[in-house]
């Protein structure tokens, strides 16, 4: 393996054995920020001194724990037994949150329906809101004809602002993403007052579960490891 001697971060790089971040005495190469970001790791762990943020970490750790049976078990062998639906409304549970928020794809609006149905059997009230609220054109944001997904039809965008604001309006204590695209997401986290995770990452050809090109990278999706993956990115519309 390459060394990278910048000063940033390179830990899935990392191949060291007895990892410094996962035992006490370990090592790391030359890019460890356990190593050598003792100041900023000093000053992010302060921030678990604020009551709030301390109480969810501390409930998030005991949820990640209590995914797994037999932890008493020895020699110990990971037995995980919760889907990651079941873990959300344990944590909410955990925190005493009340009010959750959906904020889902309308590709994913029977799996948004079936999340609400879980919610709403689990006794927490549901707030959930589409992509597609407020039905604003696409040419609101710069978007040209050739750029919609239906060229040459009305497009409504995708407004996860409009999602977080109505969301933090409602008051939700949690919010759970379900398929945002890639980018409405990341403006969801921006605006979104309430924590917030993710229950379906949208991945339209794998269903769903975009890890699948990870495990394939050497072989269904080699192509992935090549400079200019995007081979219709010059095709003109």
Same mark, same amino acid.
């Given at each position: 393996?390459?060394?990278?001697?910048?000063?940033?971060?390179?830990?899935?790089?990392?191949?060291?054995?007895?990892?410094?971040? *996962?035992?006490?005495?370990? #090592?790391?190469?030359?890019?460890?920020?356990?190593?050598?970001?003792? /100041?900023?790791?000093?000053?992010?762990?302060?921030?678990? /001194?604020?009551? #709030?943020?301390?109480?969810?970490?501390?409930?998030?750790?005991?949820?990640?724990?209590?995914?797994?049976?037999?932890?008493?078990?020895?020699?110990?062998?990971?037995?995980?037994?919760?889907?990651?639906?079941?873990?959300?409304?344990?944590?909410?549970?955990?925190?005493?949150?009340?009010?959750?928020?959906?904020?889902?794809?309308?590709?994913?609006?029977?799996?948004?329906?079936?999340?609400?149905?879980?919610?709403?059997?689990?006794?927490?009230?549901?707030?959930?809101?589409?992509?597609?609220?407020?039905?604003?054109?696409?040419?609101?944001?710069?978007? *040209?004809?050739?750029?919609?997904?239906?060229?040459? /039809?009305?497009?409504?965008?995708?407004?996860?602002?409009?999602?977080?604001?109505?969301?933090? /309006?409602?008051?939700?204590?949690?919010?759970?993403?379900?398929?945002?695209?890639?980018?409405?997401?990341?403006?969801?986290?921006?605006?979104?007052?309430?924590?917030?995770?993710?229950?379906?990452?949208?991945?339209?050809?794998?269903?769903?579960?975009?890890?699948?090109?990870?495990?394939?990278?050497?072989?269904?999706?080699?192509?992935?490891?090549?400079?200019?993956?995007?081979?219709?990115?010059?095709?003109?519309?």
């Amino acid at each position: 393996m390459s060394e990278n001697k910048s000063d940033n971060p390179q830990c899935a790089l990392c191949d060291v054995k007895d990892k410094a971040c *996962r035992i006490e005495n370990g #090592t790391g190469p030359i890019f460890c920020p356990t190593k050598n970001k003792k /100041e900023t790791i000093k000053q992010a762990i302060n921030e678990y /001194e604020k009551p #709030t943020v301390r109480e969810f970490s501390r409930m998030a750790s005991i949820q990640e724990a209590e995914c797994y049976s037999d932890r008493d078990v020895k020699p110990y062998v990971p037995h995980p037994v919760k889907p990651r639906v079941q873990e959300i409304c344990e944590l909410a549970k955990k925190m005493s949150y009340k009010k959750l928020g959906i904020a889902f794809c309308a590709g994913l609006h029977n799996e948004a329906k079936a999340l609400a149905e879980i919610l709403n059997a689990q006794g927490f009230n549901v707030v959930s809101v589409v992509c597609k609220v407020g039905c604003t054109p696409k040419e609101a944001i710069g978007i *040209r004809d050739n750029e919609k997904v239906r060229i040459g /039809e009305f497009e409504s965008m995708c407004s996860p602002i409009v999602q977080a604001m109505l969301l933090n /309006e409602a008051e939700t204590d949690f919010n759970i993403l379900v398929g945002l695209c890639v980018g409405h997401d990341s403006l969801f986290f921006k605006y979104s007052k309430a924590y917030t995770t993710v229950l379906v990452a949208k991945d339209r050809v794998l269903a769903h579960n975009p890890a699948a090109a990870l495990y394939t990278k050497d072989g269904y999706y080699a192509r992935l490891l090549r400079p200019g993956i995007d081979v219709e990115k010059n095709r003109k519309l």
